[in-house]
């Protein structure tokens, strides 16, 4: 029975060991199609016209995870530049792969988290705060502010932490609006009101 019990403990650590980005045995990962590896491999430009153009209207996420820059690719980081307009809003989301590190560079921005006792912890930032959402846990970031807009950086620890949106997981992915309504301890009714606010607008 010990061992059996040893045995089972032992998955579970190989598992958790394994929930983050794997270690690398060079000292960077280069794709079969490229060939030649200079200073320009480890250059990222996406950024350069971030801020050209007018005010944006809704919040405005810049990544430079894997999926834009491969050289990323075993490197266990990545980064994001968000542009949060007057009143505006990062809805409660998850990122399964990493914890955030976030740099307020100009504005005030409210944040908060859930952590796994339901206890929730939130600050108002000001312009050269950092705060940290711990990995896997429900977090939010809020621009109360009328008027001022607010640019943030957010730095993570995977090459892809992924985004799980909470109100986009919950009511537009067909979860069955009877399930919805027994969870929320309301009616269809209120549930299909929820989703059609969430609805992406009709081309």
């Known amino acids: 029975m010990k061992f059996f019990s040893l045995l089972i403990s032992s998955f579970a650590i190989i598992q958790m060991a394994m929930a983050g980005d794997p270690d690398i045995l060079t000292d960077f990962i280069v794709l079969p199609n490229v060939t030649n590896v200079d200073g320009n491999f480890f250059t990222f430009t996406g950024l350069r016209d971030l801020f050209k153009g007018g005010p944006s209207t809704t919040l ?12 990323l690719n075993g490197q266990s ?4 530049v968000l542009g949060y307009p007057a009143g505006t809003t990062s809805p409660p989301h998850v990122h399964p792969r990493a914890s955030e590190l976030l740099f307020v560079v100009e504005g ?5 988290f859930v952590d796994t006792t339901n206890k929730l912890f939130t600050q108002t930032l000001q312009m050269g705060d ?16 009328a008027q001022i807009p607010v640019v943030a950086i957010s730095a993570f620890g995977s090459a892809n932490a992924g985004t799980v949106s909470i109100p986009i997981t919950l009511f537009t992915t067909g979860i069955d609006d009877v399930v919805l309504a027994k969870s929320f301890k309301t009616n269809t009714t209120t549930i299909e009101a929820l989703k059609s606010g969430l609805a992406p607008p009709m081309p």
Do not use: M, R
């Open 108 to 112: 005030t921005l409210q944040v908060g």
């Open 60 to 71: 405005k996420v810049s990544k430079v995870i894997l999926a834009e820059f491969s050289t």
């Open 130 to 145: 950092i705060f940290v959402f711990p990995k896997g846990l429900v977090h939010f970031q809020y621009n109360a502010d």
């Open 77 to 80: 980081v990545s980064y994001a």
